[in-house]
């Protein structure tokens, strides 16, 4: 180990770790690797190296803190979509649609907006308020900063949906309306949540 | 509830070897420092994998140096740990040395 090696470290093992470990992190390891290769070792300790850093990049990539979000969200979204076709509340919701319509309009609209806004940020609230408790960082301020864009991106797409209804039907896409108000827009709330969630937890570096 | 973070006994033992080495601590020196103490092949990835969740905790920070031509023209990443990382180091060593100050079979060891 101790003896320098004149020779190059296998290009095949290096062309490998930087094209398949993360972009930005690659370029000292593989320095490192080249560094400790010409200080003597061997080809195979360079390889074993190589595989080991790609596979730790590939078990980082699955199991990292930037897919949680989306893995959590799409188990949620598959739980919405298995309970969607049983549940009854999404009717009983619907239900009251015409009292709110006797109302004049635009305010029929507002409280169409609100009262399916207000169903889904139940349903969101306890999604978050389980992913914050399992990352142990469950604190009402945490929760509330979350809320308050979730319950944004809420009226905004319940605002959007009508819209997005219309122009899809004009290109023969049939889509449910109950589909989308319990399981895409919850679902894309609870990603968005956890990512805020996530930014919320981030610790700031200490000073030097 | 805010919860410390934890540290591994590979994290710890990275923490020190970067406190140990000063301003030459970079992937090289750091492996060749543990695996001289450990007596144990060490690999650069989980080297890297350890102080980017360091990073991550905000207990070590790092920086790139100039690229060399000994390294392909790759730069070298130099770390160092940060005040709030100390603080976790001396906390874990006071839990260390409590706890093993109360196991009897370990009287006269020395940690």
Redesign the interface.
């Known amino acids: 180990m101790t003896t320098p090696n004149s020779l190059e470290p296998p290009r095949l093992a290096?062309w490998l770790l930087e094209r398949f470990?993360p972009a930005g992190?690659n370029?000292?390891?593989?320095?490192?690797?080249?560094?400790?290769f010409?200080?003597g070792r061997s080809s195979s300790?360079y390889w074993?190296?190589v595989l080991?850093?790609?596979?730790?990049?590939f078990v980082?990539l699955v199991l990292g803190?930037q897919w949680r979000p989306l893995a959590y969200a799409a188990g949620c979204g598959a739980l919405l979509s298995a309970l969607a076709g049983r549940g009854s509340v999404l009717p009983r919701v619907l239900a009251l649609y015409p009292q709110v319509y006797r109302i004049p309009w635009p305010w029929s609209l507002v409280s169409q907006i609100a009262l399916i806004t207000a169903f889904q940020a139940v349903i969101v609230t306890f999604a978050l308020g389980a992913y914050l408790a399992f990352s142990?960082s469950?604190r009402t301020r945490n929760l509330l900063r979350v809320l308050m864009v979730v319950v944004v991106v809420l009226a905004s797409s319940n605002a959007a949906l009508p819209f997005l209804f219309v122009a899809l039907s004009s290109i023969s896409v049939r889509l449910t309306y109950g589909w989308f108000v319990l399981v895409v827009i919850p679902t894309v709330a609870v990603l968005l949540g956890t990512w805020q969630a996530n930014r919320c937890n981030?610790?700031?570096?200490?000073?030097? | 509830?805010n919860?410390p973070?934890h540290l591994s006994d590979f994290e710890l033992i990275t923490m020190l070897v970067v406190m140990r080495l000063e301003d030459n601590a970079?992937?090289?020196p750091i492996?060749l420092e543990i695996e001289e103490q450990t007596k144990r092949?060490v690999?650069?990835?989980?080297v890297?994998?350890a102080l980017?969740r360091l990073?991550?905790?905000?207990f070590v920070?790092s920086e790139?140096g100039e690229?060399?031509r000994?390294?392909?023209?790759?730069?070298?990443?130099y770390f160092h740990v940060?005040?709030?990382?100390m603080r976790r180091v001396r906390e874990t060593r006071r839990i260390l040395l409590r706890l093993w100050q109360r196991v009897p079979k370990l009287e006269g060891v020395r940690p």
């Open positions: 290096t470990s992190k370029a000292p390891l593989a320095g490192d690797l080249i560094e400790g010409k200080q300790w074993r190296q080991w850093a790609i596979g730790m990049a980082n803190k142990h469950l981030t610790p700031r570096p200490g000073p030097g | 509830m919860t973070s970079y992937g090289v492996a092949e690999k650069l990835g989980s890297y994998a980017e990073e991550e905790k905000g920070l790139l690229p060399t000994e390294r392909g023209g790759r730069a070298k990443r940060t005040k709030q990382g």
